[in-house]
């Protein structure tokens, strides 16, 4: 489909505008240009060429936070009853503990994987365990009446969207909107703001390697003068470390027919996500200490009034 040389808005329904009527009255009175507050209420702004189906649209509209009915996996569901058996047991084996935190302890260490073992437990819980798991393993799965939350057209709409490689789909930045991008506008805005000489550079190469080198050298210096704990050092060094990757959301309360992107790179599970958490750690209580700083949107109306 060719993109429409129309200058109206686009279509709040997630088709591209277009000019004149198509003898569908529903469909034509949101062709129209929509007014600012209709512009607002919108949930689902097509500014690709792609022509949205009815049931696409509906899809959509539901949100990107939207989870369809997953179907029943037993081997998942047997390990989630394992973590959920294991919390059972780690609270009972320390609830008489009455250890605290040192006042110099940050807290900060590696998720333990520690099980309590079967002897220091009392026999109730092992028999309830035992008994919430030949009930699950005696689960037939076509016996089990599933209630879902989406239709079969709505999945295969859903995995359509998904496998179209000719769309980005992304929140906006704000107004809590779904956006559908053509994939070259996408890419477009992202090599425009990354060609930002003030903001990034281009390297020659990963420095991941050199990086985790000087973290790891900054950790046991510090361990060594007893600036951190074994545990904390053990903590702020990532040794699977995966890659930030850059994205954008498209600003569509700046420009609704064409939003500048807002940059974001994801740094989870990187290797400067721990030495972050651990800066923030002792950052926090400073800056909450400062005359500009804002908590939530509670405390702005509070300082309003």
Same mark, same amino acid.
């Given at each position: 489909?060719?993109?429409?040389?129309?200058?109206?808005?686009?279509?709040?329904?997630?088709?591209?505008?277009?000019?004149?009527?198509?003898?569908?009255?529903?469909?034509?009175?949101?062709?129209?240009?929509?007014?600012?507050?209709?512009?607002?209420?919108?949930?689902?702004?097509?500014?690709?060429?792609?022509?949205?189906?009815?049931?696409?649209?509906?899809?959509?509209?539901?949100?990107?936070?939207?989870?369809?009915?997953?179907?029943?996996?037993?081997?998942?569901?047997?390990?989630?009853?394992?973590?959920?058996?294991?919390?059972?047991?780690?609270?009972?084996?320390?609830?008489?503990?009455?250890?605290?935190?040192?006042?110099?302890?940050?807290?900060?260490?590696? *998720?333990?994987?520690? /099980? &309590? +073992?079967?002897?220091?437990?009392?026999?109730? $819980?092992?028999?309830?365990?035992?008994? =919430?798991? #030949?009930?699950?393993?005696?689960?037939?799965?076509?016996?089990?009446?599933?209630?879902?939350?989406?239709?079969?057209?709505?999945?295969?709409?859903?995995?359509?969207?998904?496998?179209?490689?000719?769309?980005?789909?992304?929140?906006?930045?704000?107004?809590?909107?779904?956006?559908?991008?053509?994939?070259?506008?996408?890419?477009?805005?992202?090599?425009?703001?990354?060609?930002?000489?003030?903001?990034?550079?281009?390297?020659?190469?990963?420095?991941?390697?050199?990086?985790?080198?000087?973290?790891?050298?900054?950790?046991?210096?510090?361990?060594?003068?007893?600036?951190?704990?074994?545990?904390?050092?053990?903590?702020?060094?990532?040794?699977?470390?995966?890659?930030?990757?850059?994205?954008?959301?498209?600003?569509?309360? *700046?420009?609704?027919? /064409? &939003? +500048?992107?807002?940059?974001?790179?994801?740094? $989870?599970?990187?290797?400067?996500?721990? =030495?972050? #958490?651990?800066?923030?750690?002792?950052?926090?209580?400073?800056?909450?200490?400062?005359?500009?700083?804002?908590?939530?949107?509670?405390?702005?109306?509070?300082?309003?009034?």
């Amino acid at each position: 489909m060719e993109r429409s040389e129309s200058t109206s808005e686009p279509s709040t329904v997630g088709r591209p505008p277009t000019r004149g009527t198509t003898g569908n009255e529903e469909y034509d009175s949101v062709q129209r240009e929509p007014t600012g507050s209709e512009q607002q209420a919108s949930l689902v702004l097509n500014l690709s060429q792609r022509a949205l189906s009815e049931i696409e649209v509906r899809v959509l509209e539901k949100g990107l936070g939207y989870v369809p009915t997953p179907s029943l996996d037993l081997f998942k569901l047997n390990y989630e009853m394992h973590e959920f058996f294991r919390k059972i047991r780690l609270k009972i084996f320390f609830k008489d503990r009455t250890e605290r935190l040192e006042e110099d302890d940050t807290g900060l260490r590696n *998720k333990s994987s520690f /099980n &309590p +073992p079967v002897n220091t437990l009392p026999p109730e $819980v092992i028999t309830f365990e035992n008994a =919430v798991l #030949k009930d699950i393993n005696a689960c037939n799965q076509s016996d089990l009446r599933i209630f879902h939350n989406t239709s079969k057209e709505e999945l295969i709409a859903l995995r359509v969207l998904g496998n179209d490689s000719s769309i980005v789909i992304k929140p906006s930045d704000k107004g809590g909107a779904t956006v559908i991008w053509d994939v070259n506008d996408y890419r477009r805005e992202c090599r425009r703001l990354l060609s930002d000489n003030r903001n990034y550079r281009h390297l020659d190469q990963d420095p991941s390697t050199g990086l985790a080198q000087s973290i790891r050298v900054m950790v046991d210096h510090s361990l060594n003068n007893d600036w951190i704990s074994q545990k904390e050092a053990q903590f702020l060094i990532c040794t699977e470390p995966r890659i930030p990757y850059f994205y954008i959301l498209p600003k569509v309360h *700046k420009h609704l027919t /064409n &939003p +500048p992107g807002r940059p974001i790179v994801s740094g $989870v599970g990187s290797l400067l996500e721990p =030495v972050s #958490k651990f800066g923030d750690f002792f950052l926090r209580p400073l800056v909450q200490k400062t005359n500009t700083y804002l908590k939530d949107r509670k405390d702005v109306l509070q300082l309003l009034r």
